[in-house]
Nanobody, 127 residues
């Protein structure tokens, strides 16, 4: 079992920045690829970013590429999402997720590959 707790959400003006954190407890953190997903009101949950268990491989949705950066600190059992140049369209509840993997370079884009999810943190970007 992996328990995930997100933090760092809030209200920010367009063009601003936020840094989300996701603290993990339970099983060995560095056995898991990590991902960030988001869900806006009335929309389906969508992939935002993913990082391999080593931190050496990352992948981003086109909508956030160049503005968001995912990273992880395995010594602190924490994954981060640095969000810059925020837009009103980024408004959503952001969730982190953990998916078990055998390979250091693997990451997942499909939410069904993630077994564990946090409770989410609200990000609101005003015009």
């Amino acid at each position: 079992q992996v328990h995930l707790v997100e933090s760092g959400g809030g209200l920010v003006q367009a063009g601003g920045s936020l840094r989300l954190s996701c603290a993990a407890s339970g099983r060995t953190f560095n056995n898991y690829a990590m991902g960030w997903f988001r869900q806006a009101p009335g929309k389906e949950r969508e992939f935002a970013a993913a990082v391999s268990r080593s931190g050496g491989s990352t992948y981003y949705a086109d909508s956030v590429k160049g503005r968001f950066t995912i990273s992880r600190d395995n010594a602190k059992n924490t994954v981060y999402l640095q969000m810059n140049s925020l837009k009103p369209g980024d408004t959503a509840v952001y969730y982190c997720a953990a998916g078990l993997t055998l390979y250091n370079s693997d990451y997942y884009l499909d939410p069904s590959d993630y077994a564990y999810w946090g409770q989410g943190t609200q990000v609101t970007v005003s015009p």
